[in-house]
T-cell receptor, first 112, second 115 residues
């Protein structure tokens, strides 16, 4: 399984762009990169998933360099409600294969 | 669409007692997962079902934990007997189809306290 490394915590202010980088040096050819967000007392929520280059949705952007050994989750103009734990996961996109493994995540604190 | 339903929301039991958690995944989701999340840590996979078959239960403490998914829909996770270190949030998740384009959908979890 590809192991991921991400910062334990980050601080930001409202309105700023936040970039959380995740390292996954031994990512496999079939692996996708997925990011989840978790608020207290809730289950993780899917944010975005990508394989290479850049993916953007209404919530975030995911940047993946050509070697795929790292990825960056970009949250534009964060608000207080973006305070949460963010998890970077790497794994096969086939649901019949091994489930995704969560690390300890990055605790993002957004201040006014 | 309705989300992943879990019950109960909270449970407090004494050590050595037994407890069961229930999960109803999103309709049509073939794959179901149970995760254990200890306070301050990321979720840890306990068991993965594909329809009513087990895909991975390598991290399930089988001497005390059991899980089943009858008819490939609802699932129950049981602990018997419980230990203090089982205190955690038990999360159920489901996913649709063969590819995780939209990732997993998690329920809100059951918070278990063993005293």
């Amino acid at each position: 399984l590809a192991k991921t490394t991400q910062p334990i915590s980050m601080d930001s202010y409202e309105g700023q762009e936040v970039n959380i980088t995740c390292s996954h040096n031994n990512i496999a050819t079939n692996d996708y990169i997925t990011w989840y967000q978790q608020f207290p007392s809730q289950g993780p929520r899917f944010i975005i998933q990508g394989y290479k280059t850049k993916v953007t949705n209404e919530v975030a952007s995911l940047f993946i360099p050509a070697d795929r050994k790292s990825s960056t989750l970009s949250l534009p103009r964060v608000s207080l409600s973006d305070t949460a734990v963010y998890y970077c996961l790497v794994g096969d996109a086939d649901t019949g294969r091994r489930a995704l493994t969560f690390g300890s995540g990055t605790r993002l604190q957004v201040q006014p | 669409e309705a989300g992943v339903a879990q019950s109960p929301r909270y449970k407090i039991i004494e050590k050595r007692q037994s407890v069961a958690f229930w999960c109803n995944p999103i309709s049509g989701h073939a794959t179901l997962y149970w995760y254990q999340q200890i306070l301050g840590q990321g979720p840890k996979l306990l068991i993965q079902f594909q329809n009513n078959g087990v895909v991975d239960d390598s991290q399930l403490p089988k001497d005390r934990f059991s899980a089943e998914r009858l008819k490939g829909v609802d699932s129950t996770l049981k602990i018997q007997p419980a230990k203090l270190e089982d205190s955690a949030v038990y999360l159920c998740a489901s996913s649709f189809g063969l590819k995780r384009e939209n990732g997993y959908t998690f329920g809100s979890g059951t918070r278990l306290t063993v005293v």
